[in-house]
């Protein structure tokens, strides 16, 4: 369903060049749950972010479901968004002065094709999977650190997206919220068959892969099952 290709990124600031991407091809297929690992400055995140249609490539492919997203114009590339990706980011990104329950709505009022009475279901149902519908008129600033990313998944997956993006989504969580966010990861992996490209670069992040892409410098320097995530995996569709 991902299909990249001799994607290159380079940073241009003044006379120096930074090669944050280096002719990396890979394909991601529907259902998995992938870890893009490496060490700070590895290009995890500029691999995100053009694979999110967040920023571009300087050179290369990328292909999702079948469209070549260097062919769409700015209004297509934000509707592909909306309709087809979900994000989480490591500092959450929720709109302090909203509820929960807004924050989550918001995401999902933004699409045309909703009625409001469907924006609330689905905003309820999503909360209630994720287990914070009893802190739905709560502001971000009255939970955890742990129940916000959370909510911010939530908002992520109220669209139903095709694939889900999370850049370091445990960095600012102690290990026990950072498990919870893991379990739900991989709940709705698992549960709702969601298609996952999350980047860590922590070790222990690695039992909940299924799949492990580790890059240096920008590029892939190796791509496999991961046998610890692969054991409990079962919803993989090829
Ligand atoms: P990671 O997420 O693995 O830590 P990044 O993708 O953020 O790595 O960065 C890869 C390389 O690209 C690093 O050398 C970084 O300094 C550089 N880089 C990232 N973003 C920019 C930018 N906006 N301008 C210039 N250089 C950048
Ligand atoms: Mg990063």
Known sequence: MIEIRELTKIYRMGSVE??????????????????????????????L????LLDQPTSGSIVIDGTDISLLGDYEKTMFRLYKLGYVFQDY????????????????MLR?????EQTTRDSFEILEKIGLCDRKDHLPRELSGGQQQRVSIARAMVNKPDILFA??????????????????????????HQTIVMVSHEDWH???FHRIVQ??????????????????HTGIDP
């Open 18 to 47: 930074v090669r944050a991407l280096d002719g990396i091809s890979l394909e991601i297929n529907k259902g998995e749950f992938v870890g893009i690992m490496g060490a700070s400055g590895s290009g995890k995140t500029t691999l």
């Open 49 to 52: 972010h053009m694979l999110g």
């Open 93 to 108: 990104a929720l709109v302090p002065d909203l509820t929960v329950l807004e924050n989550v709505s918001l995401s999902a």
């Open 112 to 116: 045309r094709d909703k009625t409001q």
């Open 167 to 192: 850049d370091e989504p445990c960095a600012n969580l102690d290990s026990e919220n950072s498990r919870m966010v893991l379990d739900l990861f991989r709940e709705i992996n698992e549960g709702m």
């Open 206 to 208: 690695k039992d909940y």
């Open 215 to 232: 890059l240096k410098d920008g590029k892939v320097i190796s791509d496999g099952v991961n046998i610890r995530g692969q054991d409990r």
